[in-house]
């Protein structure tokens, strides 16, 4: 592909770049971008790595490394870059999480550890749960006079000394002031069994192997030239210990975006501070973004306040949208008497707003702050009454939740493969399904012959699932469809997919929670498009956790539930404020909060947010002009 000079670059797809945001992405200083909600933070980001690549400004054979949080991010900016760049660029975009970039430095070259903290090459990762920690921390007190809660357990056992950083050559006995984290190594690292570690344990790991081995770090550092962070406000000390350690003092550009009021993390060990620690350590700028494209000036206000209400001095945002196609009723707070006229009467007017032409399913998101499953149950009845599909993504199959299923690759290697069996070309199966499995067969070194194994394994897997499909949809087909695609492509290659797929025990929940959803889906479904498009979830409401929701945007949100009993009693309001935040920015057009009881003094600083925001109060019968 021919090189495309820097002034002569624009933005493609139908995409506008204010001046500040053109600046980015031509930018070749590292930087911080502050920005809110709707500011565009994804696309930013695919555009800077067209940028990148188009004009040569990250000079081949040297990459791109993207680092984001979640999976279906990684995923989805690769898949953006791939289809505006075209293949081959694409190739040199390499989009990992925190965790797989780690374990891909564990796994090759585990062999330059210590041998003190060497894990043998099969080991497998695990993720501990509460009771595992406390009954870890249960052991301590009794066998080693170590007091530790599970909680502080779980979030430094990965970190030996005061500051998460690499583990010595030879230790001493004082080179370890966390005594607990300690012992949690030795048993994970015995010998007589397989050998376990947390993705915290290896990111110490990649960190000490990058600290002793200059070689391996300026291999890292010469093969990348340019990086981007994602989701920025969600990183964790121990991860920024290992970016750090990896790219401090080199000459890679790094790009780190994010937005501090969408910290919702913190549970998860999310650092605060984190932009101006990284401005300072990195020199990096740090830049504002103020425009907002997903929503409407009303709610753009409403985000603002919330925002003001949450940082006195956060900077407003503007909507980008202008004031063209606002709808008259944008937002309000709804009680109902009970749950069930609630349901009732919010089936009926999204049934209306769909009956109408104007909407579809999916331009509305019921989100609650937990309990999905307890509001599903007046809620699906009321949708199928009223005609709809009502899918609650916090539904369990098994161990996994449909919400965690879909962001996970191994389903989505059935659904391509599903797809080009039956020649349904939406959204590209075949580069999705490329650009998932290429990698572990080292399309991205640019090897033809690896190239034409990737393209043989897909071949096989959809001329098996097209046999599969032969038969009409049914809980029994859809079986033999997914088991064919896992035979033809192998556990070997699938395991591979995600890092956490080494465990066998996850790998197995998400291999039956997929055989199972499809098994559902093709049940319900006359044709195998129809069992595609319900796994996917198109043509229906979703009910979802907020957690679950961010980066996420639908039409019309409903915020359920702002009252006591849809929060937990432990809650902590300052970061409920930061959850209630990103639910209301989640919102397009239209944005409501609803309760069924008058019990909300619990959740009393969030109907403070409410208020600041000036959403009206509204009675239910406003509802009938959602059609509108
Ligand atoms: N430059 C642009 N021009 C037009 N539309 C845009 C532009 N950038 C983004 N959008 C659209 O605006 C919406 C929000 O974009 P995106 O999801 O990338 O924002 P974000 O900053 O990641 O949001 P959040 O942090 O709230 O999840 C999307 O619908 C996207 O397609």
């Known amino acids: 592909m021919s090189i495309i000079e820097r002034a002569r670059w624009h933005p493609g797809n139908g995409i506008n770049l204010d001046a500040a945001a053109l600046d980015v992405v031509k930018s070749d200083k590292s930087a911080a971008i502050v920005a809110g909600p709707g500011a565009g933070k994804t696309e930013l980001l ?15 054979p040297r990459r791109i490394l993207a680092i984001s949080f979640k999976r279906d991010a990684a995923k989805n900016l690769k898949d953006r870059v791939t289809a505006r ?5 694409g190739l040199r975009l390499e989009s990992y999480t925190f965790d797989a970039f780690a374990k891909s430095i564990v796994d090759r070259f585990r062999s330059a550890l210590p041998e003190w903290c060497r894990p043998e090459r099969n080991y497998e990762v695990i993720m501990p749960r509460w009771q595992d920690w406390d009954d870890f921390a249960g052991r301590l007190r009794r066998d080693a006079n170590i007091s530790i809660s599970a909680t502080g357990l779980e979030r430094g056992h990965a970190t030996l000394t005061a500051e998460p950083g690499p583990l010595p050559l030879n230790p001493k006995k004082d080179d370890f002031s966390n005594q607990a984290g300690l012992h949690y190594w030795a048993a994970r690292l015995r010998k007589d069994r397989t050998h376990q570690l947390t993705f915290g344990m290896i990111s110490t790991l990649a960190m000490t192997i990058l600290a002793h081995n200059p070689n391996v770090q300026s291999a890292l550092r010469m093969t990348y030239s340019h990086l981007f962070l994602d989701e920025f406000q969600d990183t964790t000390g121990l991860q920024y210990a290992l970016l750090k350690q990896a790219f401090l003092g080199s000459d890679a550009v790094i790009t780190a975006v994010g937005d501090s009021k969408q910290r919702i993390m913190t549970f998860a060990g999310a650092r605060s501070g984190i932009f101006q620690e990284f401005a300072q350590d990195f020199s990096a700028d740090v830049i504002a973004l103020t425009a907002n494209f997903r929503s409407n000036p009303r ?53 209306a707003a769909v009956g109408s032409g104007r909407y579809k399913p999916e331009d509305f998101m019921l989100l609650a702050r937990q309990r999905a499953d307890k509001l599903e149950e007046n809620l699906a009845f009321a949708f199928v009454e009223e ?3 009502l899918r609650n993504e916090a539904r369990s199959l098994g161990e996994i939740q449909i919400q965690e299923l879909m962001t996970e690759p191994l389903p989505d290697v059935v659904i391509c493969a599903l797809q080009m069996a039956i020649d349904d070309r939406n959204g590209a199966p075949f580069h999705r399904l490329r650009n998932m499995i290429g990698p572990i067969f080292g399309n991205q070194d640019d090897r033809p012959a690896a190239e034409l194994k990737v393209e043989q394994k897909i071949r096989e897997a959809v001329k098996l699932a097209r ?8 809980g029994t087909t859809a079986e033999s469809v997914a088991t064919a695609i896992f035979d033809s492509l192998g556990t070997t290659t699938l395991s591979q997919l995600a890092p956490d797929y080494s465990n066998p025990a996850r790998f197995a929940a998400i291999q039956t929670a997929t055989i199972k ?11 195998w498009q129809e069992a595609i498009t319900q796994f996917q979830g198109r043509n229906q409401v979703k009910l979802m956790t907020v957690h679950k929701s961010k980066g996420l ?10 009252q006591n009993d849809g929060f937990f009693s432990s809650a902590d309001m300052d970061e409920e404020a930061l959850a209630f935040f990103v639910a209301a920015s989640r919102a397009r057009d239209r944005f409501f909060v609803t309760t069924t009881t008058h019990e909300i003094g ?26 509108d």
């Open 299 to 351: 709610i753009v206000a409403i985000v603002n306040a919330m925002a003001t209400d949450i940082e006195p001095d956060a900077v407003p945002v503007t909507s980008a949208r202008g004031e063209a196609d606002v709808p008259r009723l944008t937002d309000g707070a709804i009680h109902f008497p009970n749950a069930r006229e609630e349901a009732t009467a919010i089936a009926k007017s999204i049934a």
């Open 467 to 474: 046999a599969a499909t032969a038969n009409a949809p049914s």
């Open 85 to 89: 760049a075209g293949e081959d660029l």
């Open 553 to 562: 945007e639908a039409h019309t949100v409903f915020f359920l539930h702002l």
């Open 46 to 60: 695919a555009q800077r790595a067209s940028y990148l690549l188009e004009t040569n400004t990250c000079k081949a």
């Open 387 to 389: 005609g709809l599909t």
């Open 602 to 627: 619990r959740v009393a600083r969030l109907w403070e947010m409410v208020t600041a925001a000036e959403i009206p109060e509204l009675e239910a019968s406003a509802l009938d002009r959602l059609v």
């Open 517 to 527: 959803f499809l098994q559902e889906c093709a049940d319900s479904a006359e044709t």
